[in-house]
């Protein structure tokens, strides 16, 4: 938005000019995603608390969670909000990409909005039911996934890319359309099953996302990407904005979300962030990195589809509890050393990631 306007007052005073700089508005789209969620969180804190949105804790887990309840959640509201203004503000709406990210972070955000209102407003526990959730992601996912398949605009954008290979990029065809469906509603189901303890998937969800950000700047610049051998898609660098802003609202949220945590995010918020974080993976024609920088999602992921075959095949759990993170817990591991550690292994994972792009 912001871009236009300072298009139109470049001709009358040239140094407006420097907003057309991607590096420029992306750092001007961490810093008012981050003052945003700064100046509204408590206002939004405040009154989640008058609403007595507070969340229930299950009973069945470590004893020391029982002491968050009534901690307000639905937090994720101001990570979306943040995003979304900052994103408005700093990108070039002209830009299609960018409105498949916030159209997708903002249908996967109002279906966790729904079964996060069943569960704290209605006192459905439930929430709403498994199969109308997958129903309107599948919708979501299919939705974004055809549409970038219809509207690619060279072949490199419908290929998978192999990290740590110069030349391997299998061309996928109608799969791309079903690689995509699968890395969007995956990825947003992985980082809800990670949030459950006080930050530990924010600040993954914020390295990775910047980490995709980078990826995105690179692959939007023809020099770059011929030097990389990354493929070339027209028009990405500009999600580096909206990858920023997911930056600055994620942190901005964990401020108030940090051990110990004032405001959950609930799914209205991990589900859009992961499918924010699967759709720039996609476009960007990294999703095998992503596999990769979001190791700890997937652990977390692995680890109840472990617990759940185990204990219908043999009737006998793997892990104390899953996810993983409560495994960790019932063993004695304080909270914050199992949110650092995570931390740390996502720090690791995700240079990992960054280093496929020279590792060819």
């Not at 306007?5 to 700089?21: K, M």
């Not at 992306?26 to 408590?42: M, Y």
Request: hydrophobic letters at 55%; proline letters at 4%.
């Amino acid at each position: 938005m912001l871009l236009w306007l300072a298009e139109y007052l470049q001709q009358f005073y040239a140094p407006f000019n420097v907003l057309s700089y991607l590096t420029l508005r992306a750092i001007l789209a961490v810093l008012t995603a981050l003052v945003f969620s700064w100046w509204a969180g408590p206002k939004l804190i405040a009154k989640l608390n008058a609403l007595q949105m507070g969340q229930a804790i299950r009973d069945d887990g470590p004893q020391s969670h029982l002491a968050k309840a009534g901690t307000p959640t639905m937090g994720g509201v101001l990570i979306l909000l943040a995003i979304v203004v900052s994103t408005l503000l700093w990108s070039d709406l002209g830009n299609r990409f960018v409105w498949v990210v916030v159209a997708v972070t903002l249908a996967f955000g109002s279906i966790g909005w729904v079964d996060d209102y069943r569960k704290v407003v209605e006192k459905n526990p439930r929430g709403l039911p498994a199969r109308w959730k997958y129903f309107w992601q599948s919708l979501a996912g299919l939705g974004a996934a055809i549409f970038l398949y219809s509207s690619a605009q060279s072949p490199a954008e419908l290929e998978l890319i192999v990290p740590f290979f110069k030349q391997v990029a299998i061309p996928l065809g109608l799969g791309f359309i079903v690689l995509c469906y699968f890395v969007i509603v995956g990825t947003s189901n992985a980082v809800n099953l990670t949030d459950g303890l006080d930050g530990l998937a924010i600040l993954p969800t914020v390295l990775v996302g910047g980490a995709l950000g980078l990826f995105a700047y690179l692959s939007g610049n023809v020099q770059f990407a011929q030097y990389l051998h990354i493929p070339y898609i027209n028009g990405s660098g500009e999600l580096i904005v909206f990858a920023a802003a997911l930056c600055g609202a994620g942190l901005g949220f964990l401020w108030f979300n940090t051990y110990p945590a004032m405001v959950f995010m609930g799914d209205v918020g991990a589900l859009a962030l992961g499918a924010a974080l699967g759709v720039m993976a996609v476009i960007v024609r990294q999703e095998l990195v992503l596999f990769i920088m979001g190791g700890v999602f997937v652990m977390e992921t692995v680890s109840v589809m472990m617990q759940v075959a185990s204990f219908k095949l043999t009737g006998k759990r793997i892990f104390r509890m899953a996810p993983i993170h409560h495994h960790f817990e019932l063993k004695g591991w304080p909270e914050p050393r199992v949110i650092v550690r995570f931390w740390i292994i996502t720090v690791v994972l995700v240079l990992i990631g960054l280093a496929t792009l020279k590792l060819r």
